[in-house]
Every structure is written in structure tokens, then in C-alpha cells.
């Protein structure tokens, strides 16, 4: 089964701090791997995308890397600020089916 | 560009009764994406569209849920009859092909009495 997991469940840091932020999907043949936040009642915005072929994606403070061969990603966030708070969400596209799979999210809480 | 709109955004119904939701993606996406969202849970893909054709749809209820896609722009989404297990948010997406960034609307909270 095509499984996408994240950890930590939800994470606190003070402002300024840089945070690592973990994705694990089941299937290495993915297509892709997408970064994406979501604000309370409010619907997902993208934030970066990875192709299969591509080591990493970089946006202002966000860094998003991939590594298909450990089935792992990381979402960098550097410099931290209240903003930042939301839930951050990773999605793969896997090859077999074309199915994309979303993992649980990790509530993020920056504090001043 | 205007993003992807979806309505309504709150709907409260009793159980057995027919629900239905509307999307209007980016102009000029092709595929378009149906999740159902519980709470504290990622989306969960109901239905994907490439243009007008469903071309996933394993994860579609098909006893009570359907979906259309009309000349491959606007689609809605209908549950009936619906069950308290259907309360959750249904967000709707957009992409320009299937490898590119989706683009999501701010979603329908459904609650079922």
C-alpha cells in the first residue's frame, strides 16, 4: 500500500529558530513530491515541488529536499516567524496508479 | 490569476438528505482533484479529471457519491443519501497537467444532523 507518514505530529519553536520538517512515503517509484501549508479553514497552498529527477526545490526561507532511494523528503525552514505557523502537509504522486497520496501534516506553532 | 473557487462554503444537512458541490478550477488546468478531508487527517483523493474523463476513481463511495465534469471546466460533486460519516471538508484542486503543482480551493465544510 502507497503510504505517505509524517513525523513530528506537531512541533513549537521559539521565533528565529531554523526547523526540519520530516515526509516518508512507501513506494520509492514516485513521480513527484509536493510541500504544501494550510492555514485553519482554509484550503492547502503550494509551496514547493519536487520532481522525481530533482535532489531539491528552494523558496526564500523554505528548502524542500528528496532523497527517492531512503523514500524521504525535508522541508527546511529557516529564520522562523510567527507567520510560519500552520499545518504543512507533503504529497507524493506515485508511478503505479498515478495515485497522489497526502501525509497527516505536522502542526507547526511558531511563538514570538 | 483567479484561484479555484468552490461552493458553498459551509452546508448543514440532516442525514439521508442529497448534498452537491460545486468547483470552478484555474482556467486552463486540465486536471481537476476531489479530496475528502477528516479533521487532523490529510486529504484523501475521492476522484481525479484529466479534461472531462474520470480517470480515478477508486476511492469514489459510487453507492452514494457521483461527480461530473461538464466540456471539462466546471465540476460538482453530489452525495446521496448522505451519512453522518460523510461530515468533513471536500476540497477541490487544479493542475495544469498531472506532474504540476495543484492548486486547491478553500474546501466545503459539510456537517450531517
Known amino acids: 500500500k502507497q503510504e505517505v507518514t509524517q513525523i513530528p505530529a506537531a512541533l513549537s519553536v521559539p521565533e528565529g529558530e531554523n526547523l526540519v520538517l520530516n515526509c516518508s512515503f512507501t513506494?520509492?517509484?514516485?513521480?513527484?513530491l509536493q510541500w504544501f501549508r494550510q492555514d485553519p479553514g482554509k484550503g492547502l497552498t503550494s509551496l514547493l515541488l519536487?520532481?522525481?529527477?530533482?535532489r531539491e526545490q528552494t523558496s526564500g526561507r523554505l528548502n524542500a529536499s528528496l532523497d527517492k532511494s531512503s523514500g524521504r523528503s525535508t522541508l527546511y525552514i529557516a529564520a522562523s516567524q510567527p507567520g510560519d505557523s500552520a499545518t504543512y502537509l507533503c504529497?507524493?504522486?506515485?508511478?503505479?496508479?498515478?495515485?497522489?497520496?497526502f501525509g497527516p501534516g505536522t502542526r507547526l506553532s511558531v511563538l514570538p | 490569476e483567479a484561484g479555484v473557487v468552490q461552493s458553498p462554503r459551509y452546508k448543514i444537512i440532516e442525514k439521508k438528505q442529497p448534498v452537491a458541490f460545486w468547483c470552478n478550477p484555474i482556467?486552463?488546468?486540465?486536471?481537476l482533484y476531489w479530496y475528502r478531508q477528516n479533521l487532523g487527517q490529510g486529504p484523501e483523493l475521492l476522484i481525479r479529471?484529466?479534461?472531462?474523463?474520470?480517470?480515478?476513481d477508486s476511492q469514489l463511495p459510487k453507492d452514494r457519491f457521483s461527480a461530473e465534469r461538464l466540456k471539462g471546466v466546471d465540476s460538482t460533486l453530489k452525495i446521496q443519501p448522505a451519512e453522518l460519516g460523510d461530515s468533513a471538508v471536500y476540497l477541490c484542486?487544479?493542475?495544469?497537467?498531472?506532474?504540476?503543482?495543484?492548486?486547491f480551493g478553500d474546501g466545503t465544510r459539510l456537517s450531517i444532523l
Open positions: 482556467s486552463g488546468h486540465n486536471t
Open positions: 479529471y484529466e479534461n472531462e474523463e474520470a480517470v480515478d
Open positions: 519536487i520532481q522525481s529527477s530533482q
Open positions: 504529497g507524493s504522486l506515485f508511478n503505479y496508479g498515478q495515485n497522489f497520496v
Open positions: 513506494d520509492s517509484a514516485i513521480y513527484n
Open positions: 484542486a487544479s493542475s495544469l497537467t498531472l506532474s504540476q503543482p495543484q492548486h
